[in-house]
Nanobody, 117 residues
Framework: QVQLVESGGGLVQAGGSLRLSCVAS????????MGWYRQVPGKQRELVAT???????NYADSVKGRFTISRDNAENTVYLQMNNLKPEDTALYYC???????????WGQGTQVTVSS
């Protein structure tokens, strides 16, 4: 089993910054991909950014140039640095860990990010 715990959400004005953290514990060696997703009420959960065990990253077009995903393998932690935040970034942000074999996704409980205009 894998446990994911997010932190770092909050209320910020447009143009501000936040850094989200996700601490992974348990059998984390089965994961080959970590990422951040977000969801607003009434909409599907959407991908924000992912990072492989080798450090390759992928971003949603809407956050490219503003958000940076990184990982500290020694601390079993994945970060999401969010700069120049916009009101449309307001959402519940979830940490995700993907196990390829057998296929399974693990999720944290979510951390709320609210950006005021």
């Amino acid at each position: 089993q894998v446990q994911l715990v997010e932190s770092g959400g909050g209320l910020v004005q447009a143009g501000g910054s936040l850094r989200l953290s996700c601490v992974a514990s348990g059998n984390i060696f089965v994961l080959n991909l970590m990422g951040w997703y977000r969801q607003v009420p009434g909409k599907q959960r959407e991908l924000v950014a992912t990072i492989t065990t080798g450090g390759n990253t992928n971003y949603a077009d809407s956050v490219k140039g503003r958000f940076t995903i990184s990982r500290d393998n020694a601390e079993n932690t994945v970060y999401l640095q969010m700069n120049n935040l916009k009101p449309e970034d307001t959402a519940l942000y979830y940490c995700n860990g993907h196990r390829p074999l057998p296929n399974k996704d693990y999720w944290g409980q979510g951390t709320q990010v609210t950006v005021s205009s």
